[in-house]
């Protein structure tokens, strides 16, 4: 089994409150931002990316902040996208796909179900389409037609050490990353969990397909990670404030995953 270093690099951020971020609101509502990431997951041999955020334009539509293009973040740390072979695709909300175009050698991880939802009955509903971005959609189906997408129907190795889990919940076909690092199995949770505090006060993120889908998941991610601390939740600022950065110049920027918390 290989082992990974595995780095979150964050590229965005939203300014929110509290009430934005839990099912049914929050009665101490106060701000509580948001954090845009993708990761990277590497050994001696192999590089795999995990999503691709969203671009320029997504950012100025959505009124987020882009604070680096991912690509240009993940260059950041010796990688070039052009060159990346690997690129698990956790679900195809437009802020996790949104710069696939980025990644013209790649093949995509994509669940079966996630396909399904993002391009079936569920889309003509607002309050689930919302979230995906139809051109996106649009040219993942292309990248099919190229045969550059790989379905997954639940569990399945992506490499030795690495590999995904249909989870649900947030979307029909959202997928958290295990993967074996020297701290042991850490879980990117994606969006199975925007933040530590969905999962750890049991209060579901208000996108959601699924609640009880949701509800599980946060099990599920726990009993696949060798610990609660190796879950890593896929929107929370204090990812970046719990683990070390990724080196001295990349404070603010990038942080160590497969290194113990803070």
Do not use: K
Request: proline share 5%.
């Amino acid at each position: 089994m290989s082992t990974y270093e595995v780095y979150a690099l964050r590229y965005a951020r939203h300014e929110r409150r509290a009430s934005e971020n839990f099912l049914g609101g929050d009665p101490h509502d106060g701000p509580m931002p948001m954090d845009y990431f993708v990761w990277l997951v590497r050994d001696a041999t192999r590089t795999f990316v995990v999503d691709t955020g969203f671009n320029a334009e997504a950012a100025a539509r959505r009124g987020r902040e882009l604070l680096r293009c991912p690509a240009e973040g993940l260059r950041l740390l010796g990688v070039d996208a052009g060159e990346v072979a690997d690129v698990i695709v956790t679900h195809l909300h437009y802020d996790h796909i949104g710069n696939f175009d980025r990644f013209p050698r790649a093949t995509f991880h994509l669940q079966d179900d996630e396909m399904y939802f993002a391009t079936g009955r569920h889309m003509a509903n607002p309050a689930q389409a919302g979230a995906y971005d139809v051109e996106t959609v649009v040219g993942m189906v292309r990248e099919v037609y190229r045969g550059r997408v790989r379905f997954h129907e639940g569990d399945a190795e992506i490499a030795p050490g690495l590999t995904v889990h249909r989870i649900g919940g947030h979307t029909l076909g959202l997928q958290a990353v295990r993967v074996h690092t020297a701290r042991g199995h850490v879980v990117l949770a994606s969006d199975a969990s925007h933040y530590y505090a969905n999962m750890d006060e049991q209060r579901p993120f208000p996108i959601v397909h699924d609640v009880e889908a949701m509800v599980s998941g946060w099990a599920r991610c726990r009993s696949l990670a060798d610990g609660d601390e190796h879950v890593i939740p896929g929107h929370d600022p204090l990812v970046m404030l719990r683990y070390p950065a990724a080196s001295p110049d990349l404070a603010g920027v990038a942080v160590r995953l497969d290194a113990r918390p803070l």
